[in-house]
């Protein structure tokens, strides 16, 4: 059964339990047979079989798969994942849409994790089989990262999808849960990083081609390696393996951030900090104590102990004159966060040039014209509202109340415009500030009333709130 639409786009399917909405790339995901079953106030289906249709109503995938799982967990600071992107256990919901472009999907038999799945193409043609491996990467290159937990050991490896034949690249005696650093990268060309007694790059064959590093940085903007040697010199290197000697030889390296950003590198030479091109023209002159990778084409850099912000071009953005700065986090932005002695973040307006006159304790960067800001002393009170900000939508009533929120104040913030003026001086969370932000629209982001502002929060935490018939509830608590 079902029909549903999209912006005008139906996806019709007969006898089938449930169609997700699709997601940008126009598929979704369906569901045959099975018992529906509530949780957390949504429908999920039990014993059910999956599979992927379009937004035109094609069978992508036929609904023949107990396990069907996305290529959606950045692996990105998640040791011992490094990067990369690696299966998601989900359950699959009658609301739910699709998260990625499913051009890999990973399969089993079982519908409950993600352990010894195999993986699909976007047709539906499995290319690799499930049960061979614990835990399986995105393919890159065709290649496949994989792992093998067991008890006391954890192997590192690569599947070769064209050949099918496994290359075991490292083997740590330590259960994999255990391991705090990185073990082995992606292929990405025609190398890949594996950890040892040291770091290597291999190729597809498992030959080194080079050892001996100490430490290794990848960047995936731009393709290249850095790799630090005992000498403590770097060696870059791209991912054909060729050597960028322009960029060889210096201390430090900090890569380009963004796509888009100007290929200008921040290097340390001697004792000095400084900026070259891909070439190794200097950029910004070795004149610097401390300085940070191009990021949106602005570098944060450190003179005479003050720091202040240069553009991708060394143009002056803001003067060497604080204690420290947040770098920003948009391109051409107007909004900075600067640190001054007293270690507090006070807003500059790169516009007006206008440094605002409070400041805060910690912050983040504007965002939207919205930025989180924590100012000393922020009070969060044992609430029930405070609380609910602390889980998800429908977390059973116990767990809220087994929360010690005395060790929860640095997850709250206050929400400032770019004016300078508090929108809502309450505690907010990051789950949920975007709620929070939608109610405020209604009021064009304007510094908000007691009753405007205690109403938000009421409204917000209402799947998280319950009283039982003998309490009494407070002010904060009780919306008029």
């Known amino acids: 059964m079902g029909l549903a639409t999209r912006k005008g786009n139906v996806v019709l399917a007969t006898n089938y339990s449930f169609i997700s909405k699709p997601n940008i790339y126009g598929k979704a995901l369906i569901a045959q047979g099975g018992k529906a079953t509530s949780n957390e106030n949504k429908t999920y289906m039990a014993n059910a079989k999956y599979g992927i249709i379009d937004s035109k109503g094609n069978i992508l995938i036929t609904p023949k798969y107990k396990g069907l799982y996305e290529f959606s967990f950045d692996g990105k600071n998640n040791f011992p994942y490094y990067e990369g992107k690696r299966l998601e256990y989900k359950y699959h919901y009658t609301v739910d849409t699709l998260s990625t472009d499913c051009s890999f999907l990973g399969f089993s038999n079982n519908g409950f994790y993600i352990y010894k799945a195999g993986i699909m ?25 994989y792992y093998i937990a067991k008890k006391k050991q954890t192997i590192c490896g690569y599947h070769d999808l064209s050949t099918g034949k496994a290359l075991q690249a490292a083997t740590f005696e330590s259960p994999m849960d255990a391991i705090q650093y990185w073990t082995h990268g992606d292929f990405i060309g025609d190398i890949a990083p594996v950890n040892g007694s040291s770091w290597s790059i291999i190729d597809k064959q498992g030959t080194s081609l080079r050892t001996g590093y100490t430490s290794l940085m990848h960047s995936p903007v731009l393709g290249l390696w850095a790799a630090k040697k005992s000498s403590g010199e770097c060696d870059v290197f791209d ?45 910004v002159p070795f004149e610097y104590e401390d300085i940070r990778a191009n990021s ?185």
């Open 296 to 480: 949106f084409d602005y570098i944060s850099a450190k003179k005479n102990g003050k720091w202040g912000l240069l553009s991708a071009d060394n143009n002056c953005i803001i003067p060497f004159e604080y204690a420290d700065l947040i770098s920003p986090s948009e391109r051409n932005t107007k909004h900075v966060w600067v640190e001054k002695p007293d270690s507090l973040f006070y807003h500059l307006n790169l516009d007006t040039k206008k440094l605002a006159s409070k400041g805060y304790k910690a912050v983040s960067n504007f965002e939207n014209g919205i930025a989180n800001v924590i100012p000393l002393g922020m009070k969060v009170e044992d609430t029930p509202v405070n609380r609910a900000q602390m889980f998800a939508p429908n977390t059973p009533k116990a767990n809220i109340d087994s929360l010690d929120i005395t060790k929860c104040d640095d997850c709250f913030f206050y929400l400032l415009n770019a004016e300078d003026a508090l929108i809502i001086d309450l505690p907010v969370t990051s789950l949920y500030k975007e709620a929070v932000i939608g109610k405020i629209s209604r009021y064009g982001r304007r510094p908000l009333s007691e009753m405007e502002k205690k109403s938000i929060l009421l409204e917000v935490t209402r799947e998280n709130r319950s009283y039982d018939l003998k309490s009494t509830l407070t002010e904060s608590e009780w919306n008029y």
């Open 239 to 283: 991912e054909t393996n060729h050597d960028i000697s322009a960029l060889s030889g210096f201390s430090e390296i900090g890569f380009p951030v963004n796509n888009g950003d100007k290929e200008v590198f921040a290097v340390k030479k001697g004792d000095k900090y400084g900026c070259i091109n891909r070439t190794g023209d200097v950029v």
């Open 121 to 145: 193409d976007g047709s539906g043609k499995e290319i690799l089989k499930a049960g061979l491996y614990d835990l399986v990467m995105r393919p890159q290159s065709g290649m496949v990262r």
